[in-house]
């Protein structure tokens, strides 16, 4: 199954890279964004089988910094059999 775990920083800390994007749509004349927040997505394929559980220990051990962001997981459709 496809599988899109998504990471952003916790609200209240710093995003230095966030706020170089909201000052740089400001100054290309984007009016009207208040704010801006930079995250990362990131794909799996698994097993069909692979439990949230499994997929909520990946995401603590390895793909996001647990002190600084949290993570959402989101199941998309089956993988295609190869």
């Given at each position: 199954m496809k599988v899109r775990?998504?990471?952003?920083l916790k609200p209240g ?65 089956p993988a295609e059999a190869?």
């Amino acid at each position: 199954m496809k599988v899109r775990i998504l990471v952003r920083l916790k609200p209240g800390v710093l995003d230095p890279q966030g706020k170089a994007v909201h000052h740089a749509l400001d100054g290309l004349g984007f009016a009207g964004v208040e704010d801006v927040r930079i995250g990362r997505m990131i794909e799996l394929d698994v097993a069909d089988d692979t439990s949230d559980e499994k997929l909520k220990s990946m995401c603590e051990q390895l793909l996001a910094n647990m002190v600084i962001e949290d993570f959402a997981i989101e199941h998309l459709e089956p993988a295609e059999a190869s």
